[in-house]
């Protein structure tokens, strides 16, 4: 029976189980909040964190304790965990005030919003040539290709099949479930192959490299500007 004195973990572990409509990446970022928070209730209270830990005054004294020693990034992304599963524990009457959220009062911190700055055509092409120069240059670079001129996220990258790629109409299919909307979509490749895939030898390294035996290589005289859209021109 879960109750206010059960181990925040063990319910969170609970909370991963029943919320299969999150994705991967957003689940791992969930859990890592979690566990933070677990760890700083640990350390400030002298005991291991509990369900009733998830309460207002804590959790914003935690927030604050990102914000000041981390940054106000940090403690947004844990205020949106902590909200998340804190609706979880109320839905399920395990932890609530009334029915309600007990941090529904705990406001988002603020993150003051700044530009992110696009790579320079040197930059990009210094990239470009590091990559190339690795053990796995070859699929190095077709993967910053991919990422400079797709606009896809690193997991997206890192999950790719070869079937998701069709060479013939320059698509990239991002299937649901490695996408962090949870919806699929298709991604136009924005530049043309020089030669339809290049081999290389099979990556023995994590798992989500797995299997990916071949890469686009990119034509010569091509000039990728550095704009958002990531098009490509001619030099």
């Known amino acids: 029976m879960r109750d206010e004195r059960t181990p925040l973990l063990d319910v969170v572990e609970s909370f991963f189980i029943l919320r299969n409509d999150l994705s991967p990446a957003t689940a791992a970022n969930y859990r890592i909040a979690m566990e933070q928070f677990a760890k700083w209730c640990g350390e400030s209270l002298g005991r291991p964190a509990a369900v009733s830990d998830l ?19 940090s403690a947004r992304s844990g205020w949106v965990a902590l909200r998340s599963v804190a609706k979880f524990l109320a839905d399920r009457r395990i932890h609530h005030d009334n029915g309600d959220s007990v941090l529904r009062l705990v406001r988002q ?11 320079t055509d ?3 092409w210094r990239l470009l040539e590091v990559s190339a120069a690795s ?24 999950n790719l099949r070869l079937s998701d790629v069709n060479v013939k109409d320059r698509k990239l299919h991002i299937r649901a479930q490695t996408s962090k909307s949870v919806h699929p979509r298709d991604v136009t490749i924005r530049w043309r192959p020089r030669r339809n895939w290049t ?11 797995r299997r990916m035996r071949r890469c686009l290589s990119i034509g010569g005289g091509r000039r990728f500007q550095g704009t958002a859209s990531g098009s490509c021109s001619s030099a």
Do not use: H
Not at 109 to 119: M, N, S
């Open 135 to 158: 053990e796995m240059g070859s699929r190095d670079k077709a993967l910053v290709w991919l990422l400079l001129g797709c606009g896809i996220r690193r997991a997206e990258a890192a």
């Open 55 to 73: 309460e207002g005054g804590t959790v914003e004294a935690y927030l604050y304790f990102r914000r000041m020693s981390v940054s106000a990034q």
């Open 109 to 119: 911190p603020r993150v003051k919003d700044e530009p992110r700055r696009a790579l």
């Open 199 to 209: 081999s290389i030898s099979t990556c023995a390294m994590e798992t989500r490299w």
């Open 122 to 124: 040197d930059e990009m």
